[in-house]
């Protein structure tokens, strides 16, 4: 535990009253003692009152001269300073004053050399590293381009890197985040053993591994020349292992039953063949005959059957991936014409599942074939659902293509496709034709094309820009896992800021979670694009007064999960992290008794600033917030997520100063943080 600085500004003030009233009853009671005894008049006996009076009326004018000359300057400079260690940055917002204030012009100067000092410390840092900065976004953009999957993990399976695919891939899993462990995100016995067993000149080795459903094809190597780093690559074969499994397995177990009944219909037929034609061989001719019908009915079956199998074969096809309609026109577009819009879809868009690039070639090949039946001008694009089909319609103001032009297109070879298929082979992976039909008005035609359909049904998500903070080579350097956490440093923590938004303030009658929101903060790095946001079905109206302070209406939680399902996805989120909240009494009590332990260690700013601070009025999120210069963006304050990034920031901020004063570990912290308690901090009881 540190020293106390100064003592609190409410102690400092009760003291002094408390001296100058005793000081001045004190007087009082010796002046009312001598004026009894001496029986003294006029101006002797106010002389002797005044003179009795002048102690305590000393002590207080004193007492008043010094909080606004000295302690309250004092206040503003250990405020001050403490918002230059926080942030070096930081404007000077209070300039010395009272019997300090001839230190105001050494304070800027030191203030104005410090800033210099850094200003050259990171122009020479820059100007050093501009050509491995360049080199490093080149990789970093390269990384985030690539559609492969991959991570990087440190010798103790914690991810360090990963890349913009891999973040699509793994989309909604709460295992993927720099500096978990890859355990988290791919749980399989067999990749644990995998990954100990790695030879060290980088071969690679494959496995499957279940992930949400699905099973992944994971390829994993050693970086050679590395502390023992691992690339891992994923790649989805659920589709691959289905058809092996099932369509393609179910179509080898139909061929010896489809041999046997084309044998027994060869059999009986030779037989019937060389039977000759009298009276005593007709009930024979008869049985021969029933088994030739009954063979072939079961053959045709079989043939129905496989017939089947194959479409659905190729409707699973590997090669036959989802496409949004809207995408689909504006490639044909662009494949078209690109300098004229030529196709206009219309109608509902949707999703259907085609291989993109020979489509794209085949309508591209049909309008050149068809130019002189189809009109210049343009098209309409529109797509229509039924069942398991999705009708891809190609629509012109005139009348049909002829079958006979069809027919002659279906034989045209594609010489811009690997192998140059013809279009009937193009039609035959997918498992379908097009034909040219009039609409019921006789003034429209379409070319139809049926196409599998998927069951999304959403838009895809618009692509968000690449994610700031995708790798952290650093994490390498971090402890392991496994060691004590009590005597991990504090820069070394792997935390998890969280708040919550509530019904109300009383959590023990019946007020519960509305929103909760989480970032994390790895090796000393706020991720802000890490984040955990969700609203909570509350299962009761919010009350308007909540509403006005945090904004959250009965709309916003509509539909929303109940808590219990929340607090487990923030549980996965939280992983092995320490938890920090502003106030987390109130914080840890919204959370707490819903059967989802959270029994990790849990930090509270509001109590390291206490600590660290204790002479200081105003230790709230916003008085803080204004003291190291921290800043909520428009609309987040009140916010779970917007009050919880701003927490982590502030964490950011206490650090170095928690760094000077010798508190490095995180059981000091704790001491520190145990030691400012107060039970009227807990304002949620």
Known sequence: ?????????????????????????????????????????????AALWLGSFS??????????????????????????????????????????????????????????????????????????????????QELETLLQVLETPLLLCDRHRRVMLFNQAAEDFFAGNTGLGLGKRLDALLPAASLEQALAQLPEDGSPREMLAPCDQRWL??????????????????????????????????????????????????????????????????????????????????????????????????????RLRPIW?????????????PAHRLITPIGVPAWFKGDAPALIELFSSLVSHLSSHLPSSGFEGEITLNHKRAYVDLMWQGAPVPESELGVWRGQQLSSLPLAPTVADILRQHATDIWSVADTDKRYARLRLPLPTIAQIQAPRESAPPRPEFHDFGIAQLPAPDEALASRALRCLDIVAFDTETT???????????SLGACRIVNGRLLASDAFDHFVD?????????????????????????????????????????????????????ISGHG??????????????????????????????????????????????????????????LL????????????????????????EDASAS
């Not at 009272?98 to 230190?103: I, P, Q, T």
């Not at 809207?326 to 494949?335: A, K, V």
């Not at 006005?548 to 607090?567: F, M, W």
């Not at 428009?634 to 950011?652: C, I, K, M, N």
Request: aromatic fraction near 6%; charge should be negative.
């Open 55 to 136: 102690g305590g009326i000393t002590l207080f004018l004193m007492g008043l001269l010094l909080e606004r000359m000295l302690f309250t300057p004092l206040r503003h400079l250990q405020a001050q300073l403490a918002r230059w260690v926080a942030n070096p940055d930081a404007q000077d917002e209070n300039t010395p004053e009272g019997w300090l204030k001839g230190l105001g012009p050494d304070l800027r100067r030191v203030s104005q050399s410090w800033r210099a000092d850094r200003a050259r410390l990171a122009t020479a840092h820059a100007e050093g590293a501009r050509s491995a900065s360049r080199i490093r």
């Open 325 to 337: 309609s809207n995408d689909f026109w504006q490639s044909l577009d662009e494949r078209l014409d």
């Open 504 to 514: 109300g303030l009383e959590l023990r009658r019946g007020d519960t979670v509305i």
């Open 217 to 318: 094809k994971v390829v994993i190597r050693r970086v050679p020349g590395s502390e023992k780093e691992t690339l891992v690559t994923c790649s989805d074969t659920t589709t691959a292992w289905n058809n092996e499994m099932g369509v393609r397995a179910e179509l080898n177990h139909l061929l010896p039953p489809l041999r046997q009944h084309s044998a027994s219909l060869s059999s009986a037929a030779d037989a019937l063949t060389q039977l000759p034609e009298s009276q005593s061989e007709h009930s024979l001719r008869t049985r021969l005959e029933q088994v030739i019908h009954e063979e072939s009915s079961a053959l045709n079956r079989q043939v129905a059957h496989i017939g089947t199998l194959l479409d659905d074969l190729q409707y699973h096809g590997e």
């Open 596 to 653: 989802i332990p959270f029994d990790m260690p849990v930090l509270d700013t509001l109590l390291i600033s206490k600590a660290l601070d204790e002479a200081l009025d105003g230790h709230d999120l916003d008085t803080l917030a204004k003291r190291y210069d921290l800043h909520f963006p428009p609309g987040t304050r009140h916010t779970a997520l917007g009050d919880a990034r701003v927490t982590a920031e502030l964490w950011l901020a």
């Open 538 to 590: 509350p299962q009761r109206p919010i009350p308007a007064a909540s509403t006005v302070i945090h904004g959250i209406t009965d709309a916003d939680v509509a539909g929303a999960a109940p808590l219990k399902t929340v607090l487990g996805l923030f549980h996965d989120y939280v992983d092995n992290a320490v938890l920090l909240a502003h106030n987390a009494a109130f914080d840890m009590l919204a």
């Open 1 to 45: 535990m540190t020293p106390k600085s100064l003592p609190k500004r409410q102690r400092l003030i009760g003291m002094w009253l408390l001296l100058s009233g005793v000081s001045l009853l004190g007087g009082a009671l010796f002046a009312a003692w001598l004026d009894s005894q001496l029986a003294l008049s006029g101006v002797a006996r």
């Open 656 to 679: 170095p100063r928690l760094e000077a004063r010798g508190i490095d570990t995180l059981e000091e912290l704790l001491a520190l943080q145990a030691n400012a308690f107060d039970k």
